[in-house]
């Protein structure tokens, strides 16, 4: 436990440091927390010593990653969206195990297959071309068995962006994904940095998870189904009200405000490219 069974990684220095005494007063005295970049390896070089059993990560999104970092991935699966780089990381470091049918989601007896738990934003989750790609591996070789789906605020302050969790493993591939939409409290419409989400609101997901039924929070559809629809994960609820959306009008105007910060960025590159050329 001490040497040869957690380890992490995190190239900032102040969560570094938290990190490190976070375990430290947890009784590790010798964390193992990389501190630097964790997507500088090429993808070809992680072989089998280097693979692990469980990963459970909130990786980074929204940033960009440089074209060096870029270059470590396949060709076609090159991008610089740090959510899709890290996914493609987490399925290459789980341990290839073979583990029969019947010991999926827990079943039966025998040697659980390496498996992963992944925070994601919903880009990840209707994106195409190289993300497209990238979940098409996913739901061919791996077994993404659930997808639960993260109310509105759940890392705010941070980020607005909804978000979702990834379940997977490598016993696949998957015939099937369940989604299970995690509600918001009653007379909740969004969660802030003063009043987080808890764990005890997990407890009918829980209590769910053996069971697998359908009701009137969780679904599932077909792997064939989402391989022919461009493996598009964005499945709404289909027990869901017809109620449009609103988002808070706080999230509109910061997203307003991104999106013309990148409009005047573009147009101050084209305006600085039409001045050179003349």
Known sequence: MQEASLFGCEPKPLPYLLCQMNLLLHGLDA?????????????????????????????????????????????????????????QLIMRKLRKQSVPLAH???????????????????????????????????????????????????FAPYTGIPTNILFFDRSGPAREVWYYEQPLPEGRKNYTKTAPIQFEEFADCIAWWGKREENERAWKVPVAELLANGCNLDRKNPAAREDIAHLPPQQIAADILKKEQRIAEIMRNISKLLSQST
């Open 104 to 154: 999926r989601m827990g079943e039966g007896s025998g040697e659980r297959a390496a498996r992963a738990a992944v925070v994601v934003p919903n880009g990840t989750l209707f994106g195409d071309g190289v993300c497209a790609r990238i979940k098409e591996e996913l739901l061919k070789e791996f077994n993404l068995h659930t997808i639960v789906r993260l109310p509105n605020g759940v």
């Open 31 to 87: 964390p193992q927390i990389d501190p630097l970049n964790a997507l500088r390896h090429k993808l070809t070089d992680i072989g089998e010593r280097d693979r692990v059993d469980v990963i459970l990560t909130n990786p980074p999104f929204g940033g960009e990653e440089e074209k060096g970092i870029q270059g470590n991935f396949p060709e076609d699966k090159q991008t610089a969206e740090t959510a899709l780089l890290f996914l």
